[in-house]
Every structure is written in C-alpha cells, then in structure tokens.
T-cell receptor, first 114, second 112 residues
Framework: GAGVSQSPRYKVTKRGQDVALRCDPI?????LYWYRQALGQGPEFLTY????????KSGLPNDRFSAERPEGSISTLTIQRTEQRDSAMYRC????????????FGPGTRLTVL | DAKTTQPPSMDCAEGRAANLPCNHS???????VYWYRQIHSQGPQYIIH???NNETNEMASLIITEDRKSSTLILPHATLRDTAVYYC?????????????FGDGTTLTVKP
C-alpha cells in the first residue's frame, strides 16, 4: 500500500474487555514498531519486530499487552482485560526500505476504555 | 538510545527562520540525529537526519556541532503550516536499527 494503515481508527470498549489493534506496514518494510501516545506527550515505545521476530518488547507495560507479526507483515497488538489507563492513541510505524531508514507512521488507533 | 533535551515551546514569526535546538550529549559514535514533526493528531513525519555533517533537504537544514552533542533544525522560511511539535531523536541509521525514543518535543508556533 501507499502508507502504513491501522484499524480500527477508533475503538471504544468497556473495562475488562480484550481488544486487538491491527497494523499493515508499507510493503517490503522489514521493521515494524508499536508506540503509545498520551495527549500532549511524545510517542512511547512499546515493542518492535524485524520480519516476524519480536526484537524488543521492553516497552510493553505489563503482561496484558502482547504483539505478534506471524508472517513478517501485518501485526496485531492485543490488550487483554483492558483498563481505563490503557486509553490512548496507539501508533504503528514501519521502516527498512527507505533510503534513510526513517520510520513511517500510520494514522493511529484511538482507544477509549470506559 | 541516547536521551535528547529540547525546549518545550518556541514561537516564530511567519516568513522568518525557525531554529530549533536539541541537546544529545550522550550520543554514541554510530548514532544518527533524526528530526520528526507531528501536526495535530497525525502521526509523526520524518524531516531530516544526519550523522556529523550538516544536511539540507527541501524541508529543512540540520546543523550538528562538531562534538555531536547538540544540533539545530532550521526551517528557513517558516509558514503557518509549520506549526507542529518537533521531535529530535538519536538512533542507529542502519536497517533494523531499533526503536526511536521520543521525548515531549518542542511545540513550534508560527505566528502571522
């Protein structure tokens, strides 16, 4: 595709429910990153993949958060038993084929936990 | 990743140059300086990056000090559409270089 896409763009859920956020990176990009962004703050790193391998998950807040990229392309970030503090913008980025190895960010998924 | 320090906010008059500073005193020898900006609720957008030489592209110029401990992003003729949050990041410039560590950036307001 032309850019990084994410779905859904908006997700409202009730506390305690599980949610799955999807990221479709730019075709051919090796690396895929997940960030979380609170209002008024910069993106906070969660985890990243090279191909299908999860290289760094040090930013995942706790074991309710997990991510996968089974075929080295699309990735899913799953949050189990959501809590109100999980409400944020979740952003995905990809990189690896650009001339400058810059990261290309998707539009984000706005998660609201009631 | 090295940590960066930026002023929280800056103003600039439309048509004038905007100079945004960044300190990265713990940068390692193989790390690059990247600049991104974020307009409203959009995702961050790449602007420019450099290792040790000054760089220029159609969007901006990047001046890196000789000791590489600080840099300045220059928007030569700021427009109202340049109002955004600007992030300075240090990161490996090679493929599979890993995460970017964003701070809170500098909110640049361009005024008419």
């Amino acid at each position: 595709g032309a850019g990084v896409s994410q779905s859904p763009r908006y997700k409202v859920t009730k506390r305690g429910q599980d949610v799955a956020l999807r990221c479709d990176p730019i075709s051919g990009h090796v690396s895929l990153y997940w960030y979380r962004q609170a209002l008024g703050q910069g993106p906070e790193f969660l985890t990243y993949f090279n191909y299908e391998a999860q290289q760094d998950k040090s930013g995942l807040p706790n074991d309710r958060f997990s991510a996968e990229r089974p075929e080295g392309s699309i990735s899913t970030l799953t949050i189990q038993r959501t809590e109100q503090r999980d409400s944020a913008m979740y952003r995905c980025a990809s990189s690896g084929q650009g001339k400058y190895n810059e990261q290309f960010f998707g539009p984000g998924t706005r998660l609201t936990v009631l | 990743d090295a940590k960066t320090t930026q002023p929280p906010s800056m103003d600039c008059a439309e048509g004038r140059a905007a100079n945004l500073p960044c300190n990265h005193s713990t940068i390692s020898g193989n790390e690059y300086v990247y600049w991104y900006r974020q307009i409203h609720s959009q995702g961050p957008q790449y602007i420019i990056h450099g290792l040790k030489n000054n760089e220029t592209n159609e969007m901006a110029s990047l001046i890196i000090t000789e000791d590489r401990k600080s840099s300045t992003l220059i928007l030569p003729h700021a427009t109202l559409r340049d109002t955004a949050v600007y992030y300075c990041i240090v990161r490996g410039g090679w493929t599979n270089a890993g995460k970017s560590t964003f701070g809170d950036g500098t909110t640049l307001t361009v005024k008419p």
